[in-house]
C-alpha cells in the first residue's frame, strides 16, 4: 500500500485535470487500496454524524422510499440509509470502489454500481426521495461543480430531499486548493435552483486543526 502524500495527490490531481481527464485519478485512489477498504485515505470508515441524526430526527418512515449515494466511496453512509430502511442505490464512478463496497458488505440490500453522475441511466431521472451527496462536489473541478448539483437535483422525484454534505471555506479563501471546499454562495446554488432548504449547519469537524464543513438538507 502506498503512503498518502498530500503534494503528491495534489500534483497528480492537477495533472489529470490539465489532461482533461478530470475524473481519471479517482480509480487511482481506489487501486493503490489494494482492495483494502481501510486504506483508502478519504474514507471515515463510519456513516457521516450528521446523516444519521438527519434520519433520527425526519419524521417521515423511509420504508419504502428510494435512496441514491452520489460518489459513494467505500459504502458507509449508503449501509447507513440502507438501516435506517431506505431502498439504496449507490454508484461510483471508480469501478475499484465499487469493488471494494461489494467485498465488504457482500450480504448488503444495497445496489451498488458502476455509473457517471454525469450520464447517469436515464429511468434514474426524478425517480428518488433521497437523493445524498458527501464530498463530491468539492472534488470536482469549475463547470462539473454546477453540473453536479444540477445532475443531484435532476434525480430527484417529487417532494424530495437532496442533502449534501461538505467541506466549506469563507468565499475568497482557499481558491487553489484540492479539494476545492464549497463556499457559501456555491451551496446556495441549490435554493437558486428552486429548492426549499430545511437545515444548514456550518460546523468545525474533530480534526487537528479542525476543517469547517457544511451539511445542508433541501427539499423539492
Ligand atoms: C472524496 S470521494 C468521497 C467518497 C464518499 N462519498 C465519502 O464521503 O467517503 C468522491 C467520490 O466521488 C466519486 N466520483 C467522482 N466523480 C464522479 C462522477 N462523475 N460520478 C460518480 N461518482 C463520482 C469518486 O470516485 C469518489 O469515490
Redesign the pocket.
Given at each position: 500500500m502506498k503512503e498518502f502524500d498530500p503534494v503528491a495527490y495534489t500534483n497528480m490531481v492537477k495533472e489529470f485535470q490539465q489532461n482533461n481527464d478530470p475524473?481519471g485519478w479517482?480509480?487511482s485512489?481506489?487501486t493503490d487500496a489494494e482492495g483494502d477498504y481501510k486504506a483508502v485515505f478519504?474514507?471515515?470508515l463510519e456513516p457521516?454524524p450528521y446523516l444519521l441524526n438527519w434520519l433520527e430526527d425526519y419524521i417521515v418512515d423511509p420504508e419504502g422510499c428510494t435512496a441514491v449515494?452520489?460518489?459513494?466511496?467505500?459504502g458507509?453512509?449508503a449501509e447507513a440509509l440502507s438501516e435506517a430502511g431506505y431502498a439504496v442505490t449507490a454508484?461510483?464512478?471508480?469501478p475499484e470502489?465499487i469493488r471494494l463496497c461489494k467485498n465488504r458488505y457482500p450480504k448488503s440490500r444495497v445496489d451498488y454500481l458502476l455509473?457517471?453522475?454525469?450520464d447517469y441511466p436515464s429511468p434514474w431521472n426524478e425517480s428518488f426521495d433521497l437523493v445524498y451527496?458527501?464530498?463530491?462536489i468539492?472534488?470536482?473541478p469549475g463547470k462539473?461543480r454546477i453540473q453536479?448539483r444540477d445532475a443531484m437535483i435532476s434525480l430527484l422525484a417529487p417532494h424530495g430531499h437532496i442533502l449534501v454534505?461538505c467541506r466549506s471555506r469563507l468565499t475568497g479563501e482557499q481558491e487553489d486548493d484540492i479539494?476545492l471546499p464549497l463556499d457559501k454562495e456555491e451551496i446556495d446554488g441549490f435554493v437558486r435552483c428552486g429548492l426549499n432548504e430545511q437545515s444548514f449547519a456550518a460546523y468545525d469537524d474533530t480534526q487537528d486543526p479542525p476543517v469547517p464543513h457544511f451539511f445542508a438538507t433541501y427539499k423539492k
Amino acid at each position: 500500500m502506498k503512503e498518502f502524500d498530500p503534494v503528491a495527490y495534489t500534483n497528480m490531481v492537477k495533472e489529470f485535470q490539465q489532461n482533461n481527464d478530470p475524473f481519471g485519478w479517482f480509480n487511482s485512489i481506489y487501486t493503490d487500496a489494494e482492495g483494502d477498504y481501510k486504506a483508502v485515505f478519504w474514507a471515515d470508515l463510519e456513516p457521516n454524524p450528521y446523516l444519521l441524526n438527519w434520519l433520527e430526527d425526519y419524521i417521515v418512515d423511509p420504508e419504502g422510499c428510494t435512496a441514491v449515494v452520489i460518489g459513494c466511496g467505500v459504502g458507509d453512509d449508503a449501509e447507513a440509509l440502507s438501516e435506517a430502511g431506505y431502498a439504496v442505490t449507490a454508484f461510483d464512478i471508480s469501478p475499484e470502489a465499487i469493488r471494494l463496497c461489494k467485498n465488504r458488505y457482500p450480504k448488503s440490500r444495497v445496489d451498488y454500481l458502476l455509473a457517471d453522475l454525469f450520464d447517469y441511466p436515464s429511468p434514474w431521472n426524478e425517480s428518488f426521495d433521497l437523493v445524498y451527496e458527501c464530498n463530491t462536489i468539492q472534488v470536482l473541478p469549475g463547470k462539473y461543480r454546477i453540473q453536479a448539483r444540477d445532475a443531484m437535483i435532476s434525480l430527484l422525484a417529487p417532494h424530495g430531499h437532496i442533502l449534501v454534505s461538505c467541506r466549506s471555506r469563507l468565499t475568497g479563501e482557499q481558491e487553489d486548493d484540492i479539494p476545492l471546499p464549497l463556499d457559501k454562495e456555491e451551496i446556495d446554488g441549490f435554493v437558486r435552483c428552486g429548492l426549499n432548504e430545511q437545515s444548514f449547519a456550518a460546523y468545525d469537524d474533530t480534526q487537528d486543526p479542525p476543517v469547517p464543513h457544511f451539511f445542508a438538507t433541501y427539499k423539492k
